[in-house]
């Protein structure tokens, strides 16, 4: 446009040229607005996506996986699987009430977190069940780290009421279910003598 204004291969007049200058820089401003907003539209998708996936696989009340989300991160992971049940936890229920018991079982689970490893997965199967992967660990590796969870248990009690808890663990080599019913069969044995762990050996 501008060098056919100023050559004059046909006729034009500066009115005519400032008219088509300003028509075009509105195209591109309304064009660029527009990209700009579905570039922002598209990000805040994904990150809408990205959180309701994350609360898909995380249980509400305590943070941890879920069941659903804990199945899904220990895909193609192997270690140690332990099963975790909280002693006379019915019994707190009852007697102090179901939002009493909820705090307990977060303050028991912020126990459990800050005693594993960062690679470590833990998820919540239901009720006051949990399960912890202990990656790439062995029976050997989990005899320290039994004896000093049991004495942060020891000294962090939950408004005065000691927090109690039976563990069952076995190996886990990718088969969940079997791992996990060797896991609670153990976990039987410790519900027996209370606040104590048994590793099942095949």
């Known amino acids: 446009m501008y060098v056919a204004y100023e050559k004059g291969f046909f006729p034009i007049t500066f009115q005519d040229y400032v008219a088509y200058v300003i028509s075009d820089l509105m195209v591109a401003s309304i064009s660029w607005f527009f990209i700009t907003q579905m570039q922002t539209y598209e ?26 989300g804990f199945m899904q991160e220990i ?18 229920n009852d007697t102090y009430g179901h939002e009493f ?22 998820g919540r199967f239901g009720g006051d069940e949990f399960v912890v992967l202990f990656i790439n660990a ?3 590796d989990l005899d320290k ?11 962090s009690p939950y408004k005065g009421i000691k927090v109690s808890v039976s563990i ?13 019913n060797l896991a609670d069969n153990a976990l039987y044995i410790s519900k027996n003598r209370r606040n104590k762990v048994t590793f099942f050996e095949e």
């Open 168 to 180: 069952g663990l076995a190996n886990y080599e990718g088969d969940l279910q079997k791992s996990f």
């Open 145 to 155: 780290w039994v004896e000093e969870f049991y004495k942060r248990l020891e000294l």
């Open 101 to 122: 018991g909820d705090e307990y079982l977060r303050h028991f689970v912020k126990i459990l977190k800050n005693s594993l490893r960062k690679d470590d997965i833990i």
């Open 75 to 92: 895909l193609d992971k192997k270690g140690v699987l332990g099963v975790f049940d909280l002693d006379y936890f019915k019994k707190i």
């Open 43 to 68: 990000k805040k998708v994904l990150e809408e996506q990205k959180k309701l996936d994350v609360q898909a696989k995380t249980d509400y009340l305590t943070n941890v996986l879920n069941r659903r």
């Open 138 to 140: 062995k029976k050997d």
